[in-house]
């Protein structure tokens, strides 16, 4: 009995481990078939290409994440992206090399393989819209000040828009490493194409999931005035992207995304990526209601139809019923903060009547709080609210307008006092939304009965 007892034992370790080396050799080569990084290095170091030949002894990091890249994957050399013509605009020659590049790369040489992206992009608000924020248009040129006009959801203001005056203020050595930084994502470039699509999709390796993930955004939609990722990272989508987006599918091809790749949105899901009935886009603006960054928000020239755009990515998780009362509140709150600022408007307008403001921005106290009250408050408390983030809808946002209303009333009272001028008749119950709403009609009222 016990012989057959170690029969049986024997022959059950031999079957065990012959299906461990069955399974062994399954696994390798499954691995096989789909190579490896240090495979790929390695054939990049192969390379007989003139530019990874000479770049891997002298940037030996840009190499590797060419040869970790989609680009490398389908044959796209470096000298598709960077090489051109000595008249080219932006050329230049390479070191102790008869040939010339573009040390960076340009949107026009992306459009080659790229095209319905760039031309998505070039028609948007990271574009011209973005340059023109800090620059102004009059540096524009004919061609670009008409493209920038035509942009439906660029904001462009009639006679165009003067540099902006902070960064006159600044100066160059500031601004170069401040608003220019993120806010020449859309700057033109010599060869007339517009913007820079590295900003988003980092070189060399241009990976899909880095593009996709938040923190990629929050290079630029952070701080006081737009405080995208702080909002995002409290909302219940973040939560889910902090604690489980390990578990996403991030490398999933793009216009198939579902929720089991995504159950939960990102940045790019809600505003970029292929995702329930929405197509892909690189317009970030494709699915926006409401200019949400102006002084007092205006609906978007396609308000009507961004929003179903958006509404079909929310339907991939919500009820319908939700996101209808979602969108209910969310216009009333916008309501309610671009009424706030009216007020501010309305309470500064006596010392622009009266001569008792200077021309020089930002030259007073007053300027800041008067700027801060829509620039930095107003747009928190709607960023806030439509990206769900409570705590900067209330205490970065709605408190701190009360706050400044308040303070900005005593500046104003003390200017139009020391002129001899009546202090401001505002409401008891000042800065509440209630007394806002009943200024804003007594002044109404009063100007109609001029």
């Not at 949105?265 to 886009?281: Q, Y």
């Not at 958006?310 to 009362?325: K, P």
């Amino acid at each position: 009995m016990q012989k057959i007892l170690q029969m049986r034992l024997l022959f059950m370790g031999i079957l065990i481990t012959g299906l461990i080396l069955i399974g062994a050799s399954v696994a390798v080569t499954a691995f096989s078939e789909e190579e490896t990084p240090e495979e790929a290095i390695s054939d990049l170091s192969q390379s007989d290409d003139e530019c990874v030949v000479c770049h891997q002894d002298h940037t030996p990091g840009i190499v590797n994440q060419y040869g970790a890249s989609d680009h490398f994957a389908n044959n796209v050399s470096c000298a598709d992206c960077h090489e051109v013509e000595e008249a080219y605009p932006g050329a230049t020659q390479h070191p102790e090399q008869e040939f010339f590049v573009l040390a960076r790369s340009s949107p026009a040489k992306c459009e080659t393989c790229h095209r319905q992206q760039v031309q998505e992009f070039t028609f948007s608000r990271h574009a011209l819209p973005a340059y023109v924020a800090y620059a102004g248009s009059d540096v524009l040129s004919e061609d670009h000040l008409a493209q920038y006009e035509s942009i439906p959801e660029g904001g462009f203001l009639p006679g165009g828009r003067d540099r902006n005056s902070l960064h006159a203020l600044e100066g160059p050595d500031v601004t170069h490493f401040a608003c220019e930084t993120c806010h020449n994502v859309g700057k033109p470039n010599p060869d007339n194409s517009i913007g820079d699509c590295t900003a988003c999709h980092l070189r060399h390796e241009f990976n899909l999931e880095q593009a996709r993930k938040p923190e990629t955004c929050n290079a630029c939609h952070i701080g006081p005035d737009h405080p995208q990722w702080e909002i995002y990272q409290e909302s219940p989508h973040g939560i889910a992207y902090a604690t489980l987006g390990h578990n996403w599918n991030w490398e999933a091809q793009p216009g198939t995304l579902t929720t089991e790749d995504f159950p939960a949105p990102t940045c790019a899901i809600c505003h970029m990526s292929g995702f329930g009935l929405s197509a892909t886009t690189h317009d970030v603006g494709d699915r926006l209601t409401w200019f949400l960054a102006a002084s007092i928000s205006q609906p978007r020239p396609n308000a009507a139809e961004n929003r179903i755009r958006m509404q079909n990515v929310c339907r991939t998780c919500h009820s319908s019923d939700f996101i209808a009362q979602f969108y209910t509140d969310g216009d009333a709150i916008v309501q309610s903060i671009n009424e706030w600022v009216i007020l501010s408007d309305l309470m500064v307008q006596p010392l622009k009547d009266n001569g008792l403001l200077t021309a020089q921005p930002f030259d007073e106290p007053l300027d800041y709080t008067y700027f801060e009250i829509w620039h930095h408050w107003g747009r928190t408390a709607k960023f806030g609210a439509w990206m769900q983030g409570p705590d900067y809808t209330q205490w970065h946002g709605a408190y701190e307008i009360l706050h400044d209303l308040s303070e900005l009333r005593e500046q104003v009272d003390a200017k139009l006092e020391a002129a001899d001028l009546e202090p401001l008749d505002l409401p008891d119950d000042f800065p509440s939304i209630e007394s806002a709403r009943e200024y804003i009609a007594r002044q109404a009222e009063e100007t109609d009965a001029e």
